[in-house]
């Protein structure tokens, strides 16, 4: 998926959010950006859009970078493998899919290194990843952000082309400690747009140096 996704250039929007009463955003930061991926792997992104802060808690200053922990969008990979346990969970319906579903956890933990550890879901038909569910880890913890908590991400993908399954929606929640108390916090991400590149690289080109794809079904 990495090799496919590095002939598209696509929108990614980051919104941090303090819940209120009613469980609705009670003050929000959203950042957007316009984002592509080299073909050897490098990504780059240009501001769209910033809105002004209405956080009461949260001082969140810079871009979107620091807004999530850095992770690859795509989990799981062929050589990867090895590296987990899996555990096959059974069948089930999710939304109009019916889908396989694995426990994904390291068998061992580096420093340097982030695993991924949680649930995927594999579509029945087509044999790609279309959820996810989990965090990062390393030997030194879980991967979060400078300034942010958030661990534990619900991602689903959308189908893009005939058989591309690309990240689109994004969602973790947590709680943050203020001078006030605790404060419940929500970051939701959305990748849209998603428009070939005119100079895409070839899909057999090679994936050296990209992060780990979702290539084949664990």
Same mark, same amino acid.
């Given at each position: 998926?990495?090799?496919?996704?590095?002939?598209?250039?696509?929108?990614?929007?980051?919104?941090?959010?303090?819940?209120?009463?009613?469980?609705?955003?009670?003050?929000?930061?959203?950042?957007?950006?316009?984002?592509?991926?080299?073909?050897?792997?490098?990504?780059?992104?240009?501001?769209?859009?910033?809105?002004?802060?209405?956080?009461?808690?949260?001082?969140?200053?810079?871009?979107?970078?620091?807004?999530?922990?850095?992770?690859?969008?795509?989990?799981?990979?062929?050589?990867?493998? /090895?590296? =987990?346990?899996?555990?096959?969970?059974?069948? %089930?319906?999710? $939304?109009?899919?019916?889908?396989?579903?694995?426990? #994904? !956890?390291?068998?061992?933990?580096?420093?340097?290194?982030?695993?991924?550890?949680?649930?995927?879901?594999?579509?029945?038909?087509?044999?790609?990843?279309?959820?996810?569910?989990?965090?990062?880890?390393?030997?030194?913890?879980?991967?979060?952000?400078?300034?942010?908590?958030?661990?534990?991400?619900?991602?689903?993908?959308?189908?893009?082309?005939?058989?591309?399954?690309? /990240?689109? =929606?994004?969602?973790?929640?947590?709680?943050? %400690?203020?001078? $006030?108390?605790?404060?419940?916090?929500?970051?939701? #991400? !959305?990748?849209?747009?998603?428009?070939?590149?005119?100079?895409?690289?070839?899909?057999?080109?090679?994936?050296?140096?990209?992060?780990?794809?979702?290539?084949?079904?664990?």
């Amino acid at each position: 998926m990495i090799r496919a996704i590095r002939g598209y250039t696509f929108q990614k929007s980051v919104r941090v959010e303090e819940i209120g009463p009613g469980n609705k955003a009670a003050g929000q930061l959203e950042v957007v950006t316009q984002q592509r991926i080299s073909p050897e792997g490098k990504l780059f992104e240009k501001p769209v859009s910033r809105q002004p802060s209405t956080l009461q808690h949260l001082d969140l200053q810079r871009g979107d970078s620091d807004l999530v922990a850095q992770a690859p969008m795509f989990p799981l990979s062929t050589a990867m493998l /090895p590296k =987990y346990e899996i555990t096959y969970g059974g069948k %089930q319906q999710l $939304d109009d899919l019916s889908v396989f579903y694995f426990t #994904i !956890k390291p068998r061992a933990l580096e420093r340097a290194h982030a695993y991924f550890s949680g649930v995927v879901w594999v579509d029945e038909q087509d044999f790609v990843i279309v959820k996810t569910m989990g965090k990062w880890v390393t030997e030194t913890g879980d991967v979060t952000s400078s300034d942010l908590p958030f661990t534990v991400f619900e991602t689903y993908r959308q189908q893009v082309g005939k058989n591309l399954w690309f /990240p689109a =929606y994004s969602r973790s929640d947590e709680t943050f %400690q203020s001078t $006030d108390g605790s404060v419940p916090i929500r970051i939701i #991400i !959305k990748w849209t747009n998603f428009t070939p590149q005119t100079n895409a690289p070839a899909a057999d080109s090679p994936a050296t140096g990209t992060p780990p794809t979702n290539q084949t079904n664990p």
